[in-house]
């Protein structure tokens, strides 16, 4: 599945004289580097909007983790360049995994499209973007393997959120035979902790109440570096900071997940009582031939631990179904692991073959009809297991920091401590504050509720 996010702005002043039409796909780190671009394009006097044909500039921001992704961005673009073929002045750029994994192929490609924008550049955007005003095409996807890199985590500013990404890492060195991500966002980086901190306090003195410490692995913060904390240290210092009453953190990689961060739900009471942990397998099998550096045994072992410290906990994971070798019985292994750890949410994916990784000269001869019928299978059981985990939270009292209006009016909304969304009447002046609400009612995705 590749989310698209049409990320929805308000224009903040009158000081801007263009727009920027951005379309996100894939992950969060995607979603905060279009909360970047946008920061970054304010300087030029472009405001964002969600009218591409109104646009002066159209940006895709890429995903590739699975399959199709450059074929879905070849069809996006030329579905938008019909507002460019009006003979309209329009820059159309690509920036993400996508961009970075084919580079000037696409401006060779696609004779229309200005801008490349690898993952490690956007330092150079206002640069490129200058230059397409003036009529340059340009594509940048060099990496920066050095510590230059450290200063290039620009803070996104501008309109106050509640809840805020702050990037602690990007990069990944761990190589899953199944994935793209270590060949398009190159090795991982920690940022330092001295500037992360700066960046929390910064949020809170703007209101922001949540923050979700991002990175492709971020439980392997610091472990490269003789001079920055742990993970569950840094936790701890932005735990300190005031104003910032709720932490959260993503992606957590089972086999970095230590005794000292799985502590931090104990005795932080600011850490969120809800955990992304992906198992992508429940077969030690397929967990080898995937290369995670755990076995099931270890991964069980850790959600026990978990659920001892922290009895209420939800846990959240990533499942890949019909992996190249898959067996029958490796797959009962998996539905097997998810009845232990029992997950309130999952997000599961029929294996992709992606170029350049290892696995992707595994033979594969499993018929897509019998990955689907798993995959089926899995998302009834989840689909069962999300029900059984959200009922028993009906008559319940959550904790919810209020986040906007609801979906139907006079309904506010916010999330729990869980990370669900609940729905609840109540008057907008609630916005912005922690209101405990009483669930009066589980949906798949969401819970109702009254204050
Ligand atoms: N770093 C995170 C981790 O290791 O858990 C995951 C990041 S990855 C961008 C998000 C999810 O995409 C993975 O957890 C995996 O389930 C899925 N994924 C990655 N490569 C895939 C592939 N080739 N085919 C299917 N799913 C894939
Ligand atoms: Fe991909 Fe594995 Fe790195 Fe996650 S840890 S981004 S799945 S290589």
């Known amino acids: ?175 899953c035979s199944y994935c793209i991500v270590p060949y398009v966002r190159g090795r991982e980086i920690s940022r330092r902790s001295s500037d992360i901190l700066t960046e929390v306090r910064q949020l809170a003195d703007e209101g922001v109440r949540e923050v979700i410490l991002l990175g492709q692995n971020v439980n392997s913060y610091g472990l490269k570096s003789d001079h920055e904390p742990s993970f569950a240290e840094l936790i701890r210092q932005v735990a300190d900071v005031d104003g910032i009453d709720r932490i959260r953190f993503t992606t957590s990689h089972p086999k970095d997940m230590s005794d000292e961060l799985i502590a931090c739900f104990g005795d932080i009471p600011k850490l969120s009582g809800q955990i992304h942990l992906p198992a992508q397998s429940g077969s030690d099998a397929v967990l080898k031939l995937m290369g995670r550096g755990y076995t099931r045994e270890s991964y069980l072992g850790k959600v026990r631990k978990l659920k001892s410290i922290r009895p209420d906990i939800v846990i959240t994971g990533d499942i890949i179904v019909g992996f190249p070798g898959e067996s029958d019985a490796d797959f009962e292994q998996t539905l097997s692991l998810m009845e232990e750890v029992r997950y309130i949410d999952l997000f599961s994916f029929v294996y992709s073959p992606r170029p350049g990784t290892k696995a992707a000269e595994l033979s594969d001869d499993l018929p897509r009809a019998v990955k689907m019928a798993r995959l089926n299978r899995l998302m009834e059981l989840q689909r069962r297991h999300t029900m059984e985990i959200s009922l028993p939270y009906v008559g319940s009292l959550m904790t919810v920091l209020v986040e906007g209006e609801g979906k139907l009016p006079g309904q506010i909304s916010g999330k729990a401590d869980i990370g669900r969304i609940v729905n609840f009447t109540g008057d907008s002046s609630l916005i912005g504050s922690f209101v405990d609400v009483r669930i009066t009612k589980a949906y798949p995705n969401s819970f109702l509720g009254e204050l």
């Open 1 to 175: 599945m590749t989310l698209l996010l049409f990320v929805t702005y308000k224009v903040r002043s009158t000081m801007f004289d263009k727009l920027i039409y951005i379309e996100t796909f894939g992950c969060q780190m995607n979603v905060n580097d279009s909360e970047r671009i946008v920061t970054m394009l304010a300087d030029l006097g472009y405001a964002p909007t969600n009218d591409p044909a109104s646009a002066d500039m159209i940006l895709l921001n890429t995903c590739s983790v699975r399959g199709g992704a450059e074929e879905k961005v070849y069809r996006r673009l030329a579905n938008l360049r019909i507002y460019k073929r009006d003979g309209k002045k329009q820059i159309i750029a690509v920036g993400g995994c996508v961009a970075q994994q084919e580079g000037e192929e696409l401006l060779r490609k696609l004779p229309y499209l200005d801008l490349v924008i690898g993952t490690h550049n956007l330092h150079l955007l206002q640069d490129m973007v200058r230059g397409a005003e003036r009529g340059e095409r340009r594509s940048e996807t060099s990496f920066i393997d050095n510590d230059l890199r450290l200063d290039l985590f620009p803070s996104i500013k501008g309109e106050s959120r509640l809840s805020r990404f702050v990037t602690v890492m990007q990069g990944c060195d761990n190589f």
